[in-house]
């Protein structure tokens, strides 16, 4: 088998990293993700979208199965092909996620003064936005802390040291915790620990 030419790195929706290596038969794009395994164009990988498809077989007519992701593919189609490429050609978080969003042409924003990235949007339909402190956020600039505070003091009187909070209706950061995630990546010298 001929090595395919890789696209360039992008941000799937899991919160992988993906590089493209080819088309399926369904006509859908096929990643390779930074630990080397085949994924469909939402960041899946074939033994989690088989599992999901299983239990949406399995189910009792009316039962809901919701899956905990955007993806939404049917089939393994491509994702089970073998693609002769070089570990070096994987993509891999070279930097702090911020900056990295930043090498993949994120949308930025400022929020209470700080700049904020673009991440992705979770399969609830909320957005994800990270700091350069590596902070992920809602797109209003609120930490998972403050959201919560909020959603505590629906009466809106929930009190905050700065006046400059935006009293959001975001419901939460449900962040995709799936293994090769750059939200769920092992603690490395890219993201140091800040003491208090």
């Not at 790195?9 to 085949?38: C, M, Q, W, Y």
């Not at 900056?99 to 949308?107: E, N, Y």
Request: net charge positive; glycine share 8%; aromatic share 6%.
């Amino acid at each position: 088998m001929s090595v395919p030419s890789l696209g360039p790195t992008v941000l799937l929706a899991s919160g992988r990293l993906g590089r493209k290596v080819g088309i399926n038969r369904s006509d859908r794009p096929v990643f390779i993700d930074s630990e080397g395994h085949i994924c469909c164009e939402h960041g899946e990988r074939a033994p989690t979208i088989q599992a999901w498809i299983n239990l949406e077989r399995a189910k009792d007519e009316g039962d809901v199965t919701n899956r905990p992701s955007v993806c939404d593919c049917q089939n393994l189609d491509g994702l089970l092909t073998r693609y002769d490429i070089d570990e070096a050609q994987w993509p891999k978080l070279t930097c702090p996620l911020f900056k990295q969003l930043g090498s993949l042409g994120a949308a930025e924003a400022k929020f209470n003064t700080r700049p904020q990235r673009f991440a992705l949007t979770t399969h609830e339909g909320v957005e994800l936005w990270v700091q350069p402190s590596g902070m992920l956020v809602c797109k209003h600039g609120n930490s998972k802390k403050t959201l919560n505070k909020l959603l505590q003091n629906t009466n809106d009187k929930a009190k905050f040291r700065s006046s400059r909070i935006v009293k959001c209706g975001c419901s939460s950061l449900a962040v995709p915790r799936r293994v090769g995630s750059v939200f769920a990546a092992a603690k490395s010298k890219l993201a140091p620990r800040l003491k208090a």
